[in-house]
């Protein structure tokens, strides 16, 4: 009995050093985003910021339907493996992933080489537009490298080395480059500068992958994991992926299709700093994504009980002095990044907040992800993605920015309270803060 309470010691103290490590790290990345952020907008124009935001978020969409769910299950593969003492499959796994993602990316690319440049140009009302979209098409399979990368860093334990790629190094080439740009006065390049470094990002994450797939000792491998098998397993959670992107996206492309590069900007910058409440939710959810997978396909009910506990009391326990602190300095955070920029507060106000709210339903997402339920969870979504376009269509040409922040809360709020029911009535598992 004693050995059973040191052990859970143990492994609480496990979790929360892990959690700290990954959340110090996130905050520094955060810190060195607010940083850039203000830099950017205080040097560049709006117009060439919200192309940025505009070519970024082109990115989040298509690279997420590229990378076909591959970010999410690697870890979902680790756990199966690590269950079954077959690792070293984690590298065929890997192999089998990057080509599906250099086809998937080459589709990608070829499909907006076949649309014509007018009808793009014509539906935003900008000419603008298809040169940054055909080169953001360009960097889709490295920007989906650099993202699997990272996610490889995690699954063979590497915390430290992933958290260091996901919050800090991915800015560097952007933020060396934007200064470059800045000195020399050539500003209109920063779509072109956040494109080349995600190649320079592929090539150096890969070097590390490749000098970390080395030491893993070879083994018998027990376990031979089709590419039909890895597709079949990812898809789901890359139509979820999709969709998540779809919502943070939608709101982007409505302000620049019925408003301007400007507006774009403005609520941009409110919704990367309304990510510090959402850096907790995720650094968690990350943390123990593969131990649920264990646990449950162990059957381990209450390790997996003990561990989403504690993952909703942290996660709420430190975001709400976050949330009270940016409501309560929202005019001076925002204008702090130029005058304009108040324009945002009250869409700004309403995101926090909503995203405060959604943080009481705690790891919710990754458990269906890990659990075998990416079905249940890609259904979730794609009705919140279809509330979050109605609402996002009608509420943006009359609200502009407020608009697209209550569509992006409401839909928000749906999949997490609807993920929570499912999970509550179907394993009796409470996810939410209890």
Not at 25 to 36: M, N
Not at 282 to 304: A, D, Q, V
Not at 312 to 320: E, G, P, V
Not at 321 to 344: K, M, T
């Amino acid at each position: 009995m004693k050995t059973n309470i040191f052990s859970d010691k143990i492994s609480n103290n496990s979790f929360i050093k892990q959690s700290i490590v990954t959340l110090f790290l996130r905050i520094s990345g955060a810190a060195l985003l607010f940083g850039f952020t203000v830099f950017l907008t205080k040097s560049f124009s709006p117009k060439i910021v919200g192309q940025y935001d505009f070519a970024r978020t082109f990115l989040l969409v298509v690279g997420s339907i590229c990378l076909l769910g591959f970010d999410q299950s690697i870890l979902y593969f680790k756990g199966i493996l690590t269950s079954k003492k077959s690792l070293e499959e984690l590298k065929n796994i890997y192999g089998k992933m990057v080509l599906m993602l250099f086809l998937a990316s080459l589709i990608a690319l070829l499909i907006i080489l076949i649309i014509d440049k007018k009808t793009i140009n014509n539906y935003f009302s900008d000419n603008e537009v298809y040169p940054i979209i055909l080169k953001s098409a360009i960097a889709l399979f490295f920007s989906g490298i650099s993202m699997l990368n990272t996610e490889i860093f995690r699954a063979l334990d590497k915390l430290i080395v992933a958290e260091l790629f996901r919050n800090i190094i991915k800015y560097v080439p952007l933020i060396l480059g934007a200064i470059i740009l800045f000195y020399y006065q050539k500003e209109t390049y920063l779509v072109d500068v956040f494109l080349i470094g995600f190649v320079v990002l592929a090539i150096t994450s890969s070097i590390f992958v490749f000098v970390y797939f080395k030491k893993i000792k070879n083994q018998d491998l027990t376990e031979n994991i089709s590419h039909k098998e890895i597709f079949f397993k990812s898809y789901p959670i890359a139509i979820s992926g999709m969709a998540l992107f779809l919502l943070m996206s939608f709101d982007i492309l409505f302000l620049k299709k019925y408003r301007n590069d400007e507006t774009v900007a403005f609520y941009s910058v409110g919704f990367k700093i309304m990510t510090i409440v959402s850096i907790i939710i995720i650094t968690i959810n990350i943390t123990i994504s593969s131990k649920i997978s264990e646990y449950f396909s162990g059957n381990k009910r209450e390790e997996l009980a003990k561990i989403l506990k504690n993952s909703s009391r942290t996660i709420f326990s430190i975001t709400l002095p976050i949330i009270i602190l940016l409501s309560v300095f929202s005019d001076y955070i925002l204008s702090f990044f130029g005058e304009g920029y108040i324009a945002a507060k009250q869409a700004f106000l309403i995101l926090i907040i909503g995203q405060g709210v959604c943080s009481v339903f705690g790891s919710s997402s990754v458990y269906l992800n890990m659990t075998g339920r990416q079905y249940i969870y890609q259904i979730i979504l794609i009705i919140a993605v279809i509330i979050n376009f109605v609402l996002n269509r009608f509420l943006i040409p009359v609200y502009g920015m407020t608009g697209g922040a209550i569509a992006f809360v409401s839909s928000t709020f749906f999949w997490n309270f609807v993920s929570a029911i499912i999970i509550y009535r179907k394993d009796k598992m409470k996810v939410f803060l209890n």
